[in-house]
């Protein structure tokens, strides 16, 4: 599939979650969450691992924080509420949702193949005067500036480096300031991505006329 149909599906489902039923979230989480076990299973469980405290967090605030019928019995002088824990989870499983999906977009694209769907994606904007070639291109070595660093074993990135990232990078400079041949490949869209095209653009129209009708209610 054309990576800026996958970026385009992946907006769909940030913006699709919020007019979903509790029932189709819950399949929807399950569903994403299979499939980038499938695709991605290193990378999905690190970052998942590394946010298990924020899921708890947002769990906790929303449990306590909401009013409602409180779950009896309880150890202590509050309560969390049923309402508190149902709003926590189908929070978390939003942010869940969003994590998996991110993780299901950089395991089937390269990063030649993201900037190639961004390329599309800001494309009206050359209507404003932006230069996407150039933009593109300063995106791409930012992103291997990035990658360099995270490969360097002896740099810790933290509060206190700040004022010596100079004194880090000298050494990193030689392979990034070289020269770079950079070549964007337009891949042509083929019919199941046009379909695609279609299936999106119907989804989109239908989620603002709905939210039209919900604000006109």
Sequence with gaps: MHPFVKILSFIMILIGMSHMSQVY???LCVI???IAFVFARKSFSQVVLRMRWLFLSILIVYAFATPGEYIQPFLFDTAPTYEGVQSGLLQVGKLLIAITSLSILFATCSQMQLMTGLYYLLLPLQWLGLNL?????RLLLTLDYVETLALDKN?????????????VEKPLMPAINTLKQIELSLLPFKLRDKFALVAIALCFFWLVLLSVKVASI
């Design 25 to 27: 979230l819950g399949a």
């Design 32 to 34: 994403s969450c299979t």
């Design 133 to 137: 070639e150039r933009f593109t291109a």
């Design 155 to 167: 740099f810790k990135f933290n509060f206190q480096q700040f004022d010596s990232l100079h004194a």
